[in-house]
């Protein structure tokens, strides 16, 4: 099975001022990255994660703020990396919220979806060998929410299953033969981080967010931020181009590609 390595590698990670998204940055770092940076609306936050990054590890991490629902401060923070450092070796789309309410739910798609797009669309632009590039690696956060059906947040659901297909879809044969560039999704279970508070306020509608407050995962069932990290990582040394990965009840990450395939298989044969 291929290794693949962390060290002298330049990271670029979204929603990575804290939760899951700095935990990625610590831990690379440890496997000797040659910087992250840090992407996240919460500037002050974001900043103070860089600086407790760069107290252990050297001046290698850099916040730059970002609201990867707009576009605008998207092409604005990519430019600025490859300014400042010239190539990136690897993108992490980490950022993600649960927001289906009337007033959120717009806001929140683009996040999930388009803004994961965009970054991957001009990861692919500058890594692609065929064009001139180094390759590289670009990682998609889905969730288990791509894979079962709830009908609490349906739009974060879909933008989920959206973030898999795109993956999948984009990585077919012959993409990393033509690019060097390794696509890898992996689908966290209920992990216990920010997006699961408050979650009464997250639904389209009031009554299925108070019974999805009272039905999904408790705080003490739920994923060790560490373990989603740790799972995150070994699908970084190991995953074949192309790969979609599950994490969840603090497990070691397994491979489901073979699953998703058969899925997919099955619905394109209902078509011939």
């Known amino acids: 099975m291929a290794q693949w390595d962390a060290k002298d590698k330049t990271f670029l990670i979204t929603g990575g001022a804290s939760g899951l998204g700095a935990r ?9 990255a040659k910087n992250v940076i840090i992407l996240d609306i919460a500037q002050e936050l974001g900043k103070a ?11 290698k991490a850099v916040f730059i703020k970002c609201d990867v629902s707009k576009e605008e401060d998207i092409t604005n923070a990519f430019d600025s990396v490859l300014a400042q450092f010239k190539q990136i070796d690897v993108i992490i789309n980490n950022a993600g919220v649960m927001a289906d309410a009337p007033d959120t739910w717009r ?3 683009d996040l ?4 994961l797009v965009s970054f991957t669309l001009k990861g692919v632009q500058h890594m692609r060998k065929d064009e001139g590039g180094a390759g590289g690696t670009i990682i998609n956060i889905s969730s288990i929410a791509a894979l079962v059906r709830v009908p609490y947040v349906p739009i974060y ?18 993409f990393y033969d033509d690019t060097g ?25 009031p009554k299925l967010g108070k019974i999805m407050a009272a039905s999904l995962v408790p705080k003490d069932a739920r994923q060790k931020v560490e373990s989603a990290a740790t799972a995150l990582v070994e699908m970084f040394k190991i995953g074949a181009p192309g790969s979609i990965w599950l994490s969840i009840d603090n497990k070691p990450v397994r491979e489901i590609t073979s699953a998703i395939d058969r899925a997919f298989t099955d619905f394109e044969n209902l078509l011939k």
């Open 112 to 115: 999930n979806w388009q803004g």
């Open 49 to 59: 994660t860089a600086e407790r990054l760069n107290k252990a590890h050297g001046d």
């Open 181 to 205: 560039i390794r696509v890898l999704t992996i689908c966290f279970g209920a992990t216990d981080t920010a997006i699961l508070q408050n979650l009464e306020s997250k639904s389209y509608h």
């Open 24 to 32: 990625f940055a610590e831990s690379f770092l440890k496997l000797g």
């Open 107 to 109: 806001k929140a798609a």
């Open 157 to 174: 659901e879909g933008s989920k299953i959206a973030v898999l297909h795109f993956s999948q879809c984009l990585a077919l044969d012959p």
